[in-house]
């Protein structure tokens, strides 16, 4: 099969002819139709953090295909089923497994970073972590479902202490922060973002933002921000992982306030604990996507209640999967979906 490696930081992936994997008893095959390019994989691409497994490794973890082969231990699926899978495999025997909290899994394993991908042709998984798509979902919005709108649901409805009425701040309007947005919207939050990029906040008020900030145009961010609200934010949601967000937010915070970080990053946290403890601020960290918010992320998706359209924006081949990762590198694109059997054309 074809597969794009990643073998260095700083260093374009590689694609190669690699074999395709052999399967398990419980494990399927599932032949990637989608893989979309994320944020977190440009943090061991461009920023050298270290992936969970020594590379050579083939990243990507928003994917969705159909099923090759099935072990012959696995029941419920069959050959053919349109599937998608979870970015995080949690091991189903641990403690938070056991009650349903899959995030807080002892021996939780990052697809694309503790083992093998979805840039390849083939990808083999335990059976258990697959879940099969309705008739009406594609393959572009199984890929889309598979970590972003997971993610978003597992942090607003799951993790967060967002309420009706609420101000929510959320640094980042890419498309795991829109998706956030949408979710914090069905709270009844008002929703303000921050970026770098117009082309994204005028996305952000098409979702019904309530206020939007660029915060190059900003003398200084907080004060902008503060002006926006009207006062200070209930919630702060940090998609973006840098440590000039982080203070941001923390300077936006109300007392009392709840700070959620949202960015695989392995930054320093730049501020000082004398500042939490005086303000009584809860600090978070959410990374996860769980198998377990499928069945709720789809029964929006049947009621309408989530836009997903303009999160792709850019498509690309395997063999072209270095130029799709430059534009996302450049703020052009806010998901760019890698196919790697066809050309998007065909799609």
């Known amino acids: 099969m074809q597969a794009a490696i990643y073998r260095n930081p700083y260093e374009s992936l590689s694609v190669e002819e690699r074999d395709i994997p052999v399967i398990g008893q419980r494990e399927v095959l599932i032949k990637v139709r989608v893989c979309a390019i994320c944020n977190s994989d440009l943090s061991y691409i461009d920023r050298g953090m270290a992936p969970q497994a020594a590379p050579p490794l083939i990243l990507g973890h928003e994917l969705s295909g159909e099923i090759a082969d099935l072990g012959d231990r696995v029941q419920d699926l069959s050959i053919g089923d349109r599937v998608i899978l979870p970015a995080t495999l949690s091991c189903g025997n641990c403690e938070g497994c056991r009650r349903n909290d899959e995030s807080s899994c002892e021996n939780l394993v990052y697809l694309g970073s503790g083992v093998d991908g979805g840039f390849a042709q083939y990808i083999a998984v335990d ?49 795991f922060g829109l998706s956030i ?63 000039r967000t982080l203070i941001q937010g923390m300077r936006v915070l109300k007392k009392g306030g709840h700070h959620i970080m949202a960015a695989n990053s392995d930054n320093q946290i730049p501020f000082l604990l004398s500042q939490i403890l005086l303000n009584e601020m809860t600090i978070s960290g959410v990374l996860s996507a769980p198998i377990h918010c499928y069945e709720n992320v789809i029964h929006l998706l049947e009621k309408k209640k989530l836009q997903w359209e303009e999160l792709i924006t850019q498509k690309y081949s395997l063999k072209d999967i270095n130029r799709g990762i430059n534009h996302l590198r450049l703020g052009q694109s806010l998901r760019t979906l890698i196919y790697p059997w066809d050309s998007p054309e065909d799609n």
Request: glycine letters at 8%.
């Open 181 to 243: 947005l949408q979710m914090a919207h069905l709270r009844h939050a008002d929703v303000y973002m921050v970026d770098l990029f117009d082309w994204k906040l005028e996305i952000a008020k098409k979702y019904s933002a309530a206020g939007v900030l660029n915060s190059n145009r900003a003398s200084v961010c907080e004060d902008a921000l503060k002006e926006l609200l009207g006062d200070r934010a209930d919630v702060i949601i940090d998609t973006v992982g840098a440590p």
């Open 127 to 175: 059976a258990k972590h697959v879940r099969v798509l309705p008739d009406w979902a594609g393959y572009e919005l199984g890929s889309v479902i598979s970590n972003l709108f997971l993610g978003a649901y597992h942090l607003v409805f799951e993790r967060s202490r967002i309420q009706d009425g609420d101000k929510v701040v959320i640094f980042g309007s890419g498309a």
